[in-house]
């Protein structure tokens, strides 16, 4: 029986195959496909090996040493092999995942477990599917590629690029159902030209080569997981900074002083007698008629964590941040002073509830701002702030102050004048030098350097090279240099 009936419109048949495949192509992958995927591995050699048995991938060098077994791209013994390497700790151009979902026997999209094909289906919506996906003709289970930008690390394999490619793998793989224990080493070959009944059957979808970044907040959009967004300077300028965290530090101490306050008054018992306390929150005040809003539900909060503390209770969110709202209410009721209620969003109140689990459980704690501008000090901000308090900083600023002319202040300046001069001389003799270098090799060759030959002779920056050629009119010829083929 056909899958549609022949009387069904084309783009009803085209709904019902996207359904049936999950949106992939069907198309076996073919030898223009290989040498696509190969052009954009950029590997002359890959690592290969013919079976599961991945010590016989390794050869014995002369000294002993464990060394790959390679094997060209051009040549008809990496086509036996059925599992390869694509990528390697140092370069990478591909994301591979291995999906270990069990599906249906014979090789094609179709026989994909079925939330595997709506996981593809979601992705292909998106414009995020794989370029390359392979099957397992026996059980159904699959690989698939995407095409990214290169990444590289050193020869330790770390890097910015690659822990932002792991990233990437273990989100797609996470909500994809990934294999675990998958090395991202050695991997099924879409090379593979051998006969064995067991090799993947590779379908190429497209060519598209992903950003690595863009394909990672693509993914997190999809799956409604949150993207790190790097975190911008809120301030105009350094001084605006800096008097930014000084309120900040300032409220700190205000609020230590009153978890103090309320570490020491624990007598709750004694709270019924108390004839100032109103709905049972002791309210603080600024002035008469005008309360102090924030302190009094901050100390109420303090208050309540230290009580169930003693009652063996936990401490929830819930409850911290219910008895600050009913503290702030009877604040603002009794001592607003014509201001309209600004209680805090939900994340302060939050963020205030684990400081005051702080406080309680250990007595002593760090806070970075108030309830109402709650949030602890970002690296800049400590950066800012790390002279502040420095009694060296502090008493050369009174000096340069208090007499500007004084003979600390003329020994500083005699100080940096020669420092300028020093680098002044240095700057000369570098472009003696270069200038130097340049004429020496159009004597000895007839030609003059490349710029980064000379960045690297003199110990230099490419760009500082460029300035001073350009200053001695003895720029370098544009393009890139010829190769000496021996």
């Given at each position: 029986?056909?899958?549609?009936?022949?009387?069904?419109?084309?783009?009803?048949?085209?709904?019902?195959?996207?359904?049936?495949?999950?949106?992939?192509?069907?198309?076996?992958?073919?030898?223009?496909?290989?040498?696509?995927?190969?052009?954009?591995?950029?590997?002359?050699?890959?690592?290969?090996?013919?079976?599961?048995?991945?010590?016989?991938?390794?050869?014995?060098?002369?000294?002993?040493?464990?060394?790959?077994?390679?094997?060209?791209?051009?040549?008809?013994?990496?086509?036996?092999?059925?599992?390869?390497?694509?990528?390697?700790?140092?370069?990478?151009?591909?994301?591979?995942?291995?999906?270990?979902?069990?599906?249906?026997?014979?090789?094609?999209?179709?026989?994909?477990?079925?939330?595997?094909?709506?996981?593809?289906?979601?992705?292909?919506?998106?414009?995020?599917?794989?370029?390359?996906?392979?099957?397992?003709?026996?059980?159904?289970?699959?690989?698939?590629?995407?095409?990214?930008?290169?990444?590289?690390?050193?020869?330790?394999?770390?890097?910015?690029?690659?822990?932002?490619?792991?990233?990437?793998?273990?989100?797609?793989?996470?909500?994809?159902?990934?294999?675990?224990?998958?090395?991202?080493?050695?991997?099924?070959?879409?090379?593979?030209?051998?006969?064995?009944?067991?090799?993947?059957?590779?379908?190429?979808?497209?060519?598209?080569?992903?950003?690595?970044?863009?394909?990672?907040?693509?993914?997190?959009?999809?799956?409604?997981?949150?993207?790190?967004?790097?975190?911008?300077?809120?301030?105009?300028?350094?001084?605006?900074?800096?008097?930014?965290?000084?309120?900040?530090?300032?409220?700190?101490?205000?609020?230590?002083?009153?978890?103090?306050?309320?570490?020491?008054?624990?007598?709750?018992?004694?709270?019924?007698?108390?004839?100032?306390?109103?709905?049972?929150?002791?309210?603080?005040?600024?002035?008469?008629?005008?309360?102090?809003?924030d302190e009094t539900a901050f100390?109420?909060?303090?208050?309540?964590?230290?009580?169930?503390?003693?009652?063996?209770?936990?401490?929830?969110?819930?409850?911290?941040?219910?008895?600050?709202?009913?503290?702030?209410?009877?604040?603002?009721?009794?001592?607003?002073?014509?201001?309209?209620?600004?209680?805090?969003?939900?994340?302060?109140?939050?963020?205030?509830?684990?400081?005051?689990?702080?406080?309680?459980?250990?007595?002593?704690?760090?806070?970075?701002?108030?309830?109402?501008?709650?949030?602890?000090?970002?690296?800049?901000?400590?950066?800012?702030?790390?002279?502040?308090?420095?009694?060296?900083?502090?008493?050369?600023?009174?000096?340069?102050?208090?007499?500007?002319?004084g003979e600390y202040a003329t020994?500083?300046?005699?100080?940096?004048?020669?420092?300028?001069?020093?680098?002044?001389?240095?700057?000369?003799?570098?472009?003696?030098?270069?200038?130097?270098?340049?004429?020496?090799?159009?004597?000895?060759?007839?030609?003059?350097?490349?710029?980064?030959?000379?960045?690297?002779?003199?110990?230099?920056?490419?760009?500082?090279?460029?300035?001073?050629?350009?200053?001695?009119?003895?720029?370098?010829?544009?393009?890139?240099?010829?190769?000496?083929?021996?």
């Amino acid at each position: 029986m056909s899958l549609v009936n022949s009387t069904t419109s084309g783009t009803t048949r085209h709904t019902q195959t996207t359904d049936l495949y999950g949106g992939l192509d069907d198309t076996p992958a073919s030898g223009l496909d290989r040498e696509a995927l190969l052009a954009h591995l950029g590997r002359k050699v890959l690592h290969g090996s013919r079976g599961r048995d991945f010590a016989s991938a390794y050869l014995t060098t002369k000294n002993g040493t464990r060394a790959p077994r390679m094997y060209r791209v051009d040549s008809e013994a990496l086509g036996k092999c059925e599992y390869v390497q694509l990528t390697n700790k140092q370069y990478a151009s591909v994301l591979v995942v291995d999906i270990d979902l069990p599906g249906d026997a014979g090789g094609h999209p179709v026989n994909l477990p079925e939330q595997v094909k709506q996981k593809f289906s979601q992705l292909i919506a998106h414009y995020l599917g794989p370029a390359w996906v392979g099957i397992n003709p026996v059980n159904g289970k699959c690989q698939a590629i995407w095409l990214i930008d290169p990444v590289y690390a050193d020869t330790s394999g770390q890097s910015r690029a690659m822990t932002l490619l792991a990233a990437a793998t273990h989100d797609l793989g996470q909500w994809l159902g990934h294999d675990s224990h998958f090395s991202h080493r050695f991997s099924r070959s879409p090379f593979y030209t051998g006969d064995s009944p067991t090799a993947y059957r590779w379908y190429r979808q497209h060519h598209r080569v992903y950003r690595l970044g863009d394909l990672l907040a693509g993914v997190r959009a999809m799956t409604g997981q949150e993207s790190y967004a790097k975190p911008r300077q809120q301030f105009s300028s350094g001084r605006e900074l800096i008097n930014a965290v000084k309120a900040r530090r300032e409220d700190a101490e205000r609020f230590k002083a009153l978890s103090k306050d309320v570490e020491a008054e624990l007598a709750g018992q004694l709270d019924q007698y108390d004839p100032e306390l109103i709905q049972g929150v002791r309210v603080l005040w600024i002035r008469e008629g005008r309360a102090a809003r924030d302190e009094t539900a901050f100390r109420h909060a303090l208050k309540t964590g230290h009580r169930l503390r003693q009652a063996g209770q936990r401490m929830t969110d819930a409850a911290i941040i219910d008895a600050y709202e009913h503290a702030y209410t009877v604040a603002q009721e009794v001592g607003a002073d014509g201001r309209k209620g600004e209680l805090p969003p939900m994340k302060d109140r939050q963020t205030m509830a684990r400081r005051v689990r702080g406080y309680v459980t250990t007595s002593k704690g760090e806070v970075y701002g108030s309830s109402a501008t709650a949030g602890r000090a970002s690296s800049a901000e400590r950066k800012a702030l790390a002279t502040m308090g420095r009694r060296g900083g502090k008493k050369a600023a009174e000096r340069w102050e208090t007499d500007p002319e004084g003979e600390y202040a003329t020994d500083l300046r005699k100080k940096l004048q020669a420092a300028n001069q020093k680098r002044e001389w240095k700057g000369q003799a570098l472009v003696s030098e270069v200038r130097a270098s340049i004429l020496r090799s159009r004597i000895d060759t007839g030609a003059d350097p490349s710029t980064r030959e000379l960045a690297t002779e003199f110990n230099v920056s490419i760009a500082r090279i460029k300035q001073i050629r350009k200053a001695l009119g003895m720029q370098a010829a544009r393009g890139r240099p010829k190769r000496i083929t021996p």
